[in-house]
Each structure stands twice: as C-alpha cells, then as structure tokens.
C-alpha cells in the first residue's frame, strides 16, 4: 500500500497514481458508482478547507485521504460484486472442454479464494474500532482480492476460447431440440401407422371372442 501522504502534492500524486485508476476499473460508461462519488465529494470538500477557512494542510490532507481511501474499499467491494457475477455467468456455459477441464477447476478455485478473501477483509473493517487505522489494515487485505478479480476477468471472462465454447453450447442446444424434433415426428408417424393395425386387431379380437360365445 502506497505511503500515506502528508501534503496536498502527495495527496494528488495519490489520487492520480492509485485511486483514479482503481474507479476507472468499476466505471461503466464513464459514469462512476455512487459509493465512490460521495467518497469524493467529501475529499474535495476537506481539500478545500486548506483554501476556505485555512484549515491546516496536514490535517485537511489526512482527512481527505480517509474518504479517498474508503473509496478505494468501495471499489474493492464493487470489484468483488462484478467477479461474483461474472462468476455465475461463467457457469452457465459449459467451459468444461476448455483447457483438458482446467479451466473449470482453476475457475472455482480463484472464487473461493476471491470469496475468502473478501471475506477476512469485510470482517477486518467490521471489527475495527478505529476507522481510520481499520481501513488502512483492511486496504492491504482487499489488495490481493482485487488482483484476484482482475484475474479472473483476464484469464477466464476473455479466455480465447470462450467464445467457442458458447457456439458449442449453442449448437448442443440446437441439436437436442432437433433431435427431440425429428423424434416426436417419427413417433407421431409411427403412430398414425399403427393406429389402423390396432383397430384391426381390436376388431378381429371381438369378433373371435363373441364367435366363441355363439358356438
């Protein structure tokens, strides 16, 4: 985790080198998630009190530098929502001819190791008395979960081959309908062949039984 800044110019090196990229990565659009707007909002309000009201450098930059940290949390957390759900929509494909079946077995074991981990962080921050000293302990245990994340986009969500699997799947899908298709119409030929044979014989069966009666 980067130092943490004592100046404004530290506090901007900081911004532009660690926090603006890490909401560039959960932007959608260039619209940025309302967690992390507010988060900013309030740091620039306590940057502005150095101008304003001449508060203290030192003490607006620690206190903008809290809010741009639980920024960076809040994108920490958005990054695990989008890898949960990138997750499930991976599942619904059958990825399970992709790498001799290694790509679903590295699949599950980067989630879980994405969930744990996301997991220890939340219960760092919740147990924390102090907020401040919480997030910084929590921010170097979300680090290795947000990589995670980028990893499991990078490997599995734009796999080279994953597009393949889909048309594969696709085409699976397609071939059991026609199957089942061409199936219901032989059985209903079938059927429709079948129907005057066994009234035939339903015939032949009641006029043997009610010969026997007569005789």
């Not at 030192?58 to 695990?80: M, P, Q």
């Not at 048309?167 to 026609?178: G, N, Q, T, V, Y």
């Not at 209903?188 to 015939?203: G, H, K, W």
Request: with cysteine.
């Amino acid at each position: 985790m980067p130092s943490e800044p004592t100046t404004l110019p530290e506090l901007f090196k900081f911004y532009h080198e660690y926090v603006k990229l890490l909401y560039a990565s959960v932007s959608s659009g260039g619209i940025l998630p309302q967690e992390t707007l507010f988060e900013l909002n309030a740091a620039l309000d306590h940057i502005s009190r150095y101008w304003v009201y001449k508060e203290l450098e030192g003490e607006a930059v620690k206190k903008a530098y809290s809010h741009l940290k639980r920024s960076c949390l809040d994108v920490f957390k958005i990054k695990v929502n989008n890898a949960n759900d990138q997750f499930k929509y991976l599942r619904t494909i059958d990825t399970s001819v992709l790498d001799n079946g290694e790509f679903d077995r590295n699949l599950i074991a980067l989630h879980h190791e994405i969930r744990i981990g996301a997991t220890n962080a939340r219960r760092l921050e919740g147990e924390s008395k102090n907020d401040t000293d919480g997030a910084i302990r929590a921010f170097e245990l979300w680090q290795p979960v947000y990589e995670k994340c980028i990893q499991l986009e990078t490997d599995f969500v734009l796999h080279p081959k994953l597009n393949w699997a889909k048309k594969r799947a696709r085409w699976s899908r397609w071939k059991e309908r026609l199957i089942g298709f061409v199936f219901g119409i032989l059985a209903a030929f079938i059927v429709a062949l079948a129907t005057p044979i066994i009234a035939d014989l339903q015939n032949w069966i009641r006029q043997t039984y009610q010969s026997w009666f007569r005789n």
